[in-house]
């Protein structure tokens, strides 16, 4: 853990060698900055990434470990996350990041992060969203928390989006992915979504051992980097808005089927 900026600690790891390198900025899921986003920024890292994985909750003076442990919860004003991403971002530059390869990644309860990032930093180029952003609390009214609206702050996004879903996910159904997808179609925003069939909600978490599935996982990394080596190869050009949905999902699928997993 180290300070990236006032207010802003984080958990850095960097690829060797003097080149240039990705910039990845994890954010974390409900639990804070525990060790499942600190082991995704070493993974990513190790295929040559600059990973940051900001401290979303750094000025919060709540019980941490009590929030790691699941047994509350906390959250930030939208302001606050974009702060603590764009500190992040600006340390990565300084430090050996690519400023023309930037990515942002929200993970379950930061599934939105992604959206807040980009609908205020062009510098995103790339957004990746893992099973998270589109559950009904997030086209609440606005408020002190979120003032803009979130159907704004997707039409005010620059990059592409990778969308990596589950199809037995109990906190994020297929409808509320596809009322995402829709706005992203609505707002002429390029997207890659995939359901993947019978994964649970935080199927690519190993420390969750009643969720974590091993092969889908790996599979989902490496496409995951496919993606962002295709981004930043020039296959989303500005003059095009492409779609792509794949989903692998029963014909009987009922969301209420479904219950959360240890």
Sequence with gaps: MR???????????????DQL????????????????????????ASAG??????DLYSDWDGDKAALARGDI???????????HINA??????????DPDRVAVVGICASGAYPILANSVNPEVTANVIMYGGC???????????????YEEMIGACTAPFLGVWAEADWVCSVPDVL????????????????????????WLNDTLPGRYRHREANEAFISILDWLDRVWSGAYPPDKVLWDFQSDMRP????????RLA
């Design 179 to 202: 009322r995402l997808r829709d706005s992203l179609e609505r707002h002429r925003k390029s997207y890659s979504f995939r359901i993947w069939r019978d994964m649970p909600h935080g």
């Design 88 to 97: 992040s971002i600006d340390y990565a530059k300084k430090n050996g990041g």
């Design 73 to 83: 919860s906390a959250d930030a004003p939208d302001a606050t996350i974009q702060r």
């Design 135 to 149: 559950q009904e609390r997030e086209w609440a009214a606005p408020s002190d928390m979120r003032p803009v609206p």
């Design 3 to 17: 300070s990236v900026a006032e207010e802003t600690d984080a958990f850095v790891s960097i690829a060797g060698g």
């Design 49 to 54: 990434y600059l990973g940051i994985a900001p």
């Design 252 to 259: 009987d699928y009922d969301p209420g089927l479904f219950t």
């Design 21 to 44: 390198k990705p910039i990845i900025i994890l954010c974390h899921e409900r639990y804070g900055l525990v060790k499942h986003t600190c082991d995704l920024t070493q993974q990513f």
